[in-house]
């Protein structure tokens, strides 16, 4: 699809960078000590925190993500916000008030604070920046994806914006000036998308001018002169949507039928929106290919009630089969959710902002209301998308702004540059997580540097420019990927190498610094090899078929967590068991 | 003031919380997994309709997100004391 900038959206988009970097500017005489820069000097009032704990975790992933997942595919999308949220309850009950009273900056701190070993600080800096650069991924390739219809740029330039903002920001001012971005995004977000809801719900739905034929394919294909769009050169007035926008009013995804025969519901309440929803016949675009080896999109049409259950999309098709591994491969994926958050080193440093256990706890509560209202959002946002006639069927992490486009420039200008605060504050909150580690952690704990204050969050200016170039060529190298996808790798990771260290160090006193070490290596390497291993990397990032997928795979599903946090807590406790003579916990 | 004794009162209502939502959370995911498809057709779990012409689950998924909040509430509200809290106001 060809996009075009629109004045107000470049304005309102400038006004939100500016504002961001001003807001880091102002801020950074506050972040010169290690414990401002890396802790806002513990002095975060818990309701800020709470928004800002929002802001923190609803990622490119949630809100791109998402509701593109939704948009295309219906509920398998809300089952990552169930699965998201879900994990905020192993954070408040089981991980944050401990947490608060054994760190200090990073989760390494938290992690050593019983053994001083140097061994934990390499091992759970190494955890934080390998687990950081998986989240770090579908950040940035969100942020590429919406400067292509806000600014008219193509992917990289997307990426390279949001990668130097985001830079500027953690280098200038830490920790304090991300909280108070993220808490800018949080409140903006859930207020502007509450905002976009209720347009829907006031909209209701209807039919297009003319129903769409089955067999009505829409090609794409590249050239040697350029992408050919339905045989003709892609142009202005040639993209993919516009047979559909000429002929029937409206482009990529429609209501095909509503019930009882009607043309349009008018305004519909929330619940009434769902069930008018699932009663009604969609259009669909099943994506495939002709024999030219053009792209093809095919109109599809099904129940609203099949869309609103699991198992449309490849990631949960698994729920739909009979198969055994099958089954397993969803559970895994859902037990990664619920385990990741509470294990997600950029989550965890937030606690280190507030000044008591109480005020983590408090604050917690306040990210799951925040994160809660979002979340049940999404799915309204993505319905709203998926019956829109807007939909870029090359990109899902497209819907959620082209369904604001719908209502206007002015609201698709303004959540286009909420969503690009919404990557900018959880790419700060990864970048901080990642230089905290490489400049506490390595540089002065486990390498022995002798950093003083100053000289220490220096190191952790220059860890921060660092990791703001890898994001940046990451981003690039990963543009096709849905980054919900990505995500939930990363929980799987997270999970499988955090978790299980940090509830047997709270809750088992046995627990050993090598039980700890092996623990988190064993987590780490067995779950990046898994995933390594699997279909679906085989088919999503090497581009084997599906079938060549399935049969190279040397793991039997794609999700790791199922048998990698499990396999961290069994080696803890062996090694744990073998070595608790000689370094027992200390209490 | 608040009393040294008191972050030791109410500990037990965190894991109760947390098994509570864990096994709801747990009964949803295993419903989606063996009980809603048979063949690759919808036969129940989270087909099943639940009221208001909403399915089991679009209804269980709001509940578990809408339940995280309430339980987070009463955790906030009931919860063990600390240092850091005020007081709670004597009946």
Not at chain 1, 507 to 515: I, Q, V
């Amino acid at each position: 699809m060809i996009y075009h900038a629109s004045t107000i959206a470049i304005v309102v988009f400038a006004a939100f960078v500016g504002l961001v970097l001003a807001l880091s500017f102002w801020l950074a005489s506050r972040a010169k000590s290690a414990s401002g820069y890396f802790a806002a000097h513990g002095q975060v009032g818990w309701f800020v925190n709470g928004i800002a704990f929002a802001g923190d975790y609803l990622s490119a992933a949630s809100f791109l993500g998402i509701c593109g997942m939704i948009a295309f595919f219906g509920y398998d999308g809300f089952l990552y916000s169930i699965g998201y949220l879900a994990g905020w309850i192993v954070a408040l009950f089981v991980i944050a008030e401990p947490i608060k009273k054994l760190g200090k900056y990073t989760l390494a701190d938290a992690l050593n604070a019983k053994f001083n070993s140097r061994g934990i600080k390499l091992i759970a800096a190494v955890a934080t920046l390998v687990i950081s650069l998986f989240y770090l991924v579908p950040q940035m390739v969100g942020a590429g994806a919406l400067v292509k219809p806000l600014l008219g740029l193509p992917h990289w330039a997307g990426v390279m914006m949001v990668g130097s903002t985001v830079t500027v920001i953690v280098a200038t001012g830490g920790m304090v000036s991300t909280t108070w971005v993220q808490f800018v995004k949080g409140t903006l977000l859930v207020i502007v998308c509450a905002f976009v809801v209720a347009l829907l719900l006031q909209r209701g739905f209807s039919l297009p001018a003319s129903p769409i034929e089955s067999t009505e394919v829409q090609t794409i294909s590249k050239g040697p002169t350029g992408t050919i769009v339905n045989g003709e050169p892609l142009s202005s007035e040639n993209q993919l949507d516009s047979q559909l926008r000429n002929k029937h009013g409206l482009g990529f995804g429609s209501v095909a039928v509503l019930p009882n025969g009607s043309t349009s519901t008018g305004p519909l309440g929330p619940l009434a929106y769902i069930k008018t929803f699932s009663e009604s016949t969609i259009t669909t675009w099943r994506k495939g290919s002709d024999p030219s080896g053009a792209t093809t999109f095919t109109p599809v049409q099904r129940t609203g009630s099949d869309l609103l259950l699991p198992g449309s999309s490849s990631t949960f098709k698994s729920v739909r089969s009979d198969g055994f591994f099958a089954k397993l491969d969803f559970l895994s994926l859902m037990l990664a959710l619920f385990l990741g958050t509470a294990s997600l080193p950029h989550i965890l440093i937030r606690y280190y902002t507030v000044k008591d256990a109480a005020s983590a706890r408090k604050s917690t509560v306040v990210g799951i209301a925040a994160i809660g209202v979002f979340y049940i959002l999404t799915l309204y946002l993505g319905i709203g998308a998926m019956t829109s006639g807007a939909l870029d069927p090359t990109d899902s992490n497209m819907s959620a702004p082209l369904l604001a486009r719908t209502f206007g420039n002015g609201i698709f200008a303004v959540i286009s540059a909420v969503a690009f605060t919404t990557v900018l504050g959880t790419v700060s909150g990864l970048i901080l997580a990642g230089a905290g580690a490489v400049a506490h952690d390595l540089m002065k704990d486990y390498w022995g540097m002798d950093l003083s204050d100053r000289q220490q969050v220096r190191a952790a200016r220059f860890a921060a420019i660092g990791l703001g170039i890898t994001a940046i060529v990451l981003g690039i190298f990963f543009e096709k990927m849905n980054v919900t996808f990505l995500v939930g790798w990363a929980f799987n990771v997270a999970a499988s190498a955090n978790l299980p260290a940090l509830v047997m160090l709270l809750f088992w006193k046995r627990t050993t610094k090598a039980g700890v070490i092996s623990a988190i290596a064993v987590g780490l390497v067995s779950s990046l090899a898994w995933i390594l291993a699997s279909a679906d990397t085989l088919e999503k990032v090497f581009g084997y078929s599906v079938t060549d997928a399935a049969s190279s795979a040397l793991v039997p599903f794609s999700q790791p967590a199922i048998v990698t946090v499990p396999l961290g807590f069994v080696i803890l406790i062996l090694v744990s068991l073998f070595t608790s003579k000689a370094q027992s916990c200390p209490r | 003031m608040v009393a040294s004794h008191l972050p030791t009162r109410r500990r037990w209502l965190a894991p109760i919380l947390f098994w509570i939502y864990t096994v709801s959370y747990a009964a949803f995911v295993v419903a989606a997994a063996f009980f809603t498809f048979q063949n690759g057709e919808p036969v129940g779990g989270l087909a099943q309709p639940a009221f208001f012409g909403l399915s089991v689950g679009i209804v269980g998924g709001f509940g578990l997100i809408f339940g995280a909040f309430l339980l987070a509430m009463i955790y906030a509200l009931l919860g063990p004391r600390d240092q850091g809290d005020p007081p709670r106001a004597k009946k």
